[in-house]
């Protein structure tokens, strides 16, 4: 025995524990893979549609280009990713005994790994503004990560598929995006969406109504929660978060509006009657709900929902959120809004922006739930050449080359193995042709073709054989 050789300290541990991966991730088969790429490639092509250009950023990013730009809520579900070497030499005794989380994620992290794609996408066009035509339409699909409790729907890595122009104030882009949603989700099949939308200004004025300026934030953060958790906890928030009762009753009314899209905003011009920005956030509703109705949506339905908050720090304007249709347990499938001074936290003024983005994992388990893929999305290996030995496998070869040469995925068993085993292959496969090749197909330089679920077979030429599996 070569004493040279070295084995691997685990080569011994005959019980060696069963890998597992992290709470909130996934492994993915290639049926999954392929719906997801179904999803992915249908947003892609109505991005691209609607002349949105592709970029990517990197996975991971400077910290302080991530912590305080979605809230202290946000800023808790930020993976932090610890410092190379030995981190804790930075640390001194006195540091470490004070406890304190801030100063030692400081010292041990220097980068956190992405939480969404719009903050990344600001630092982008900081950076590269010299370089960028304004307005700046870009598409981006790529995973972000959150450190939160996962639930059916909700998972700690998960992808993002969004759009943002940036560079321009007009409202025709909060138009047109309500019109890519519907025209994604009318191209998925999926319909009887609903688009929600409210105002950031409304919100303000909301504030400013029941006296409330100064905690914007916390008042936006706990009725962003009114569908998950209910009016009465709602208001036990608010209270908690140093809103007056005073102030909360006056928002009754919010919480009982009913009626279509223009029936609600007459109720909010009287509520907000005293707050200019807030009549101005009705303003820009009514222009973006009066080109709508001239446009129409095909499948999916705008609704006014002054409820609606999305508690990010950076929105100043419309704000969406896409609900699944009726009658399916899903949270929202889609969501964005207009930030007016996003990129200021990066040092460029003035630069106007808004985006969307689509929830690829829960628009997935929304079309599973509605049996909505389409069958084709599954096709994989349309015919499988059963393998009898090397003269049968590279006569096979030959055709499959040609197959493949008019777009027809075939493949060669690799083995020659027994027939059952290569049938019963192609069966768990749902590959749904079989090609024999024996003696008889190779002396007359034909192919015997099965279909694997009539049973039906025939011996054909190759001519035929490319037309019938065409």
């Known amino acids: 025995m070569n004493s040279n050789i070295k084995i691997p300290a685990y080569a011994g541990n005959i019980m060696a524990q069963k890998p597992t991966i992290p709470k909130g991730t996934r492994d993915f088969n290639a049926e999954t893979v392929a719906k997801r790429n179904y999803i992915i490639d249908t947003i892609k092509s109505q991005f691209q549609l609607y002349g949105f250009q592709p970029i990517e950023t990197p996975s991971f990013e400077n910290s302080d280009t991530l912590m305080g730009k979605y809230g202290d809520e946000g800023d808790r579900l930020i993976f932090k990713i610890l410092n190379s070497g030995d981190y804790l030499n930075k640390i001194s005794d006195s540091e470490y005994n004070l406890r304190s989380e801030s100063i030692l994620t400081s010292k041990i992290s220097e980068k956190a790994l992405r939480y969404d794609l719009t903050v990344p996408f600001a630092r982008y066009v900081v950076q590269h503004q010299n370089e960028i035509d304004f307005p700046f339409k870009r598409y981006q699909i790529q995973p972000v990560w959150r450190a939160d409790r996962p639930q059916k729907g909700r998972f700690r890595e998960f992808y993002q598929c969004d759009a943002d122009v940036v560079g ?150 419309a704000i969406f959120e896409v609900s699944a249709p009726e009658g399916v347990n899903m949270g929202s499938i889609g969501g964005g809004g207009r930030y007016d001074d996003l990129t200021g936290i990066f040092g460029l003024k003035d630069v106007s922006g808004v985006g969307i983005s689509f929830g690829l994992d829960r628009i997935y388990l929304v079309l599973e739930e509605l049996n909505l893929f389409p069958q084709s999305v599954k096709d994989n290996t349309k015919v499988l050449f059963i393998n009898f030995g090397d003269k049968a496998a590279l006569f096979s070869l030959n055709a499959i080359s040609e197959l493949r040469s008019h777009g027809i ?53 190759l001519e035929d054989l490319i037309s019938k599996l065409k």
Request: proline content about 2%.
């Open 168 to 317: 321009s104030t007009s409202l025709f882009q909060e138009v047109e995006f309500i019109k890519l949603y519907d025209a994604v989700f009318t191209a998925l099949n999926l319909e009887g969406v609903t688009i929600k939308i409210n105002n950031r200004k409304i919100l303000s004025g909301i504030a400013e109504v029941i006296g409330a300026q100064d905690k914007l934030i916390d008042f936006t953060v706990a009725l962003d929660k009114l569908d998950k958790i209910g009016e009465d906890k709602v208001k036990a928030e608010m209270l908690a978060k140093g809103i007056s009762q005073n102030g909360i009753d006056k928002l009754q009314p919010l919480f009982s509006l009913s009626g279509d899209f223009r029936n609600q905003v007459e109720s909010l011009k009287t509520i907000l009657s005293a707050s200019n920005v807030g009549l101005k956030g009705i303003e820009e509703l009514e222009f973006i709900d009066s080109a709508i109705t001239n446009l129409g949506l095909k499948t999916a339905n705008l609704q006014l929902d002054v409820t609606l908050a999305r508690g990010l720090n950076y929105y100043t304007g």
């Open 409 to 461: 995925n075939a493949e060669l068993y690799p083995d020659s193995a027994k027939m059952k085993k290569q049938m019963n292959y192609a069966n768990k496969r749902d590959i749904p042709y079989v090609v024999i090749v024996g003696e008889d197909e190779l002396n007359s330089n034909t192919y015997a073709l099965k279909n694997m679920s009539s049973g039906e077979q025939q011996k054909v030429p």
